[in-house]
Nanobody, 120 residues
Framework: QVQLVESGGGLVQPGGSLRLSCAASGNIVNIREKAWFRQAPGKERELVATILRGDMIKYSDSVKGRFTIAADTAKMASLQMNSLKPEDTAVYYC???????????????WGQGTQVTVSP
């Protein structure tokens, strides 16, 4: 099985910064895609940023220029969030599309989420 554990969330003032991390564990052979999603109260979960096949990076328009996703040594990807706005308040989830050593098709796994609150 695969476990994804997020860390780094918290309360920050508008204009501040936070860095989210996600650690992956399990019998992982390859991580094809690493991504961060978020879900605000009353809204659907949305893609924030993704790294596909190690070098193709994509951001949502709402975070472009403020957030940076980067692969890290814990097998997953961190998310550096700068110039935070109240509308960035949400639960942030890491996601990975993973191939296991036991074989079979790649599958999508989710962390349990970390709360980010941007408020004066």
């Amino acid at each position: 099985q695969v476990q994804l554990v997020e860390s780094g969330g918290g309360l920050v003032q508008p204009g501040g910064s936070l860095r989210l991390s996600c650690a992956a564990s399990g019998n992982i052979v390859n991580i094809r895609e690493k991504a961060w999603f978020r879900q605000a109260p009353g809204k659907e979960r949305e893609l924030v940023a993704t790294i596909l096949r190690g070098d193709m990076i994509k951001y949502s328009d709402s975070v472009k220029g403020r957030f940076t996703i980067a692969a890290d040594t814990a097998k997953m990807a961190s998310l550096q969030m700068n110039s935070l706005k109240p509308e960035d308040t949400a639960v942030y989830y890491c996601n990975a599309v993973v191939t296991l050593s036991s074989g079979g098709p790649a599958k999508s796994y989710w962390g349990q989420g970390t709360q980010v609150t941007v408020s004066p």
